[in-house]
């Protein structure tokens, strides 16, 4: 590949909605001047699920480390080097890759992914902005916010929805108890604490709704705990996405009550079958897809009764599902075709020499201790950091 320019995605193997996106990205991309490459970093401390699976790119590779124990720059400089050889783009997605973009001039330009509408992402974004040439934003209101925080950078920061597959199965009408389906992280910021509460309410009007639960993550088990499995609640764990779009097409609503999102693809993905969404009403990417009392129900942030009152309307009122479920699924397949949206990836992708900006002479690292001095051999640092976390009884 002598001469070809790398698009390169630098990412966390943590299972999730950036993996899909960028999956999704690289299965229907069309022809252009890039290698694309998919470079996912690990941290032996990290506890979340992993992703390790082989993705649809030209070039694969995993980058491990043990950050925060490790020195800073002993990481950079090793993340640097497994880059390919060249140029070309590299898309961020988290600290790791934006943390060696301002510590070492890798010759590529940088688009950054802000990948959802809270604190996290947007101070990456502006502590990141001197070695940042483009911006990307999926919801408007994320596009919004970025916009107001980086004034100068208007012209560099760009709202691109993305899309996801459209299957030819979808869900088919029954009339036995209604189906419902979670699909995601299980961590407290997707409000899966709420799962039985709303369970609980709807059992005690009347409506028996039967439950599936796709993912795991680190308040899984005690989810499971606080809900046991029964004839109406069952856990499959994670599943590759052809299975999960298989077991999606089996149900009738798909209910988050998560607390923050960018632009949610489980969202996207259920309503690509037909389900019909019960999802929380936040700013950021769900009222792009979800018409509220059209294409699904918007209920208020830990609104349990909100929920259950939406949930049991689906489950009385089989004429409205059904009408609602053609018209959450018409939705993704008018406006969120990945084979559509790709191509406004590909042409911001393909801008990169005309949107790369001059490097500063001077880049600030925001992070590392007077142990992460780049003078400092990483052979120091680690053996005492990690005596120092043993000590404390941390993870090591």
Known sequence: MQGTPNLVYIFPDKLGGVVSIIANLLQHRRPDEFQHCALLTHSYLDTDTRFNRPLPADWQASFEHRMPIENLHS??????KALPDGDGVIVTNDWIELAMAAAIDTGYATYQIVHADYDYYYDLAVKHEPVTDVYIAYSRAVYETLIQLLPQRRDTIFH????VPITPKIRSASTGRLRALFVGRLGEGKGIFDLPQIDRQLLDSGVEVEWTVIGDGPSGEELKQQWNASSRIRYLGNLPNTEVMA??????VFVLPTRAEGFPVALLEAMGVGLVPVVSNLKSGVPEVVASDITGFTPEV???AGFAAAIAELAQNRDRLETMSRAARQVVVEQFDIRERVADYQALFARYRELRRPRPKDVTLHYGSRLDNPWIPNAVVYPIRYGIRLMKGKRV
């Open 247 to 252: 077991h999606s097409a089996e149900h009738d």
């Open 302 to 304: 830990a609104d349990i």
């Open 75 to 80: 990481v950079l400089r090793r993340l640097a």
């Open 160 to 163: 691109l929805r993305y899309g």
